[in-house]
């Protein structure tokens, strides 16, 4: 399967759930607007939750309604490209709304995950999840690693003496 086979329509992938009812499905979101060592150990641990890692990402203006007008640095076709190449990525949906709590819904993941950063009862979706008997997970956090710390390195090292 190519990278670009991995890129699915929400359509696609509840055709996809409901021929995989045997397996456990993970689901996890984000910007991933520029990919780091903390997402891809990240995106390795959500994987090893259970037999499917689904990613919802955040489509170029959901990224700048939340980030700021500077953001994404990279547009959603790049970006889903380049999280379905990572071997932990199963599927990827962009998803256009500020949260993925329509595409959760829709989905129906048996396990929702995401970093350690956010309380549990802050992860969005954990209720339709918990109410179906799934498991709701914050993983370890790697203190750090992030998008705009990298930016904030990239710019100040281009800043004039």
């Given at each position: 399967m190519?990278?670009?086979d991995?890129?699915?329509?929400l359509?696609?992938?509840?055709?996809?759930?409901?021929?995989?009812?045997?397996?456990k499905?993970?689901?996890?979101?984000g910007?991933?607007?520029?990919?780091?060592?903390?997402?891809?150990?990240y995106l390795?641990?959500?994987k090893?939750?259970?037999?499917?890692l689904?990613l919802g990402?955040?489509?170029?203006?959901?990224?700048?309604?939340l980030?700021g007008?500077?953001r994404?640095?990279?547009?959603e076709?790049?970006?889903?490209?380049?999280?379905?190449g990572?071997?932990?990525?199963?599927?990827?949906?962009?998803?256009?709304?500020?949260?993925p709590?329509?595409?959760?819904?829709?989905?129906?993941?048996?396990?929702?995950v995401k970093g350690?950063?956010?309380?549990?009862?802050q992860?969005?979706?954990s209720d339709?999840?918990?109410n179906?008997?799934?498991?709701v997970?914050?993983?370890?956090?790697i203190?750090?690693?992030?998008?705009?710390?990298i930016i904030?390195?990239?710019?100040?090292?281009?800043?004039?003496?």
């Amino acid at each position: 399967m190519t990278c670009k086979d991995k890129i699915k329509s929400l359509e696609a992938l509840k055709q996809i759930r409901n021929a995989e009812k045997d397996k456990k499905i993970v689901f996890t979101n984000g910007c991933f607007d520029i990919l780091h060592s903390g997402h891809v150990l990240y995106l390795e641990e959500a994987k090893s939750c259970g037999d499917m890692l689904i990613l919802g990402l955040n489509s170029d203006q959901s990224v700048k309604r939340l980030k700021g007008e500077s953001r994404p640095i990279n547009n959603e076709l790049d970006r889903a490209i380049v999280l379905s190449g990572l071997e932990s990525v199963d599927y990827v949906v962009v998803f256009k709304e500020d949260t993925p709590y329509q595409l959760i819904s829709a989905i129906q993941p048996d396990i929702l995950v995401k970093g350690g950063d956010w309380a549990i009862d802050q992860i969005v979706g954990s209720d339709i999840v918990k109410n179906r008997g799934g498991e709701v997970i914050s993983l370890s956090f790697i203190e750090g690693k992030s998008t705009t710390s990298i930016i904030k390195k990239v710019v100040s090292q281009n800043e004039p003496s």
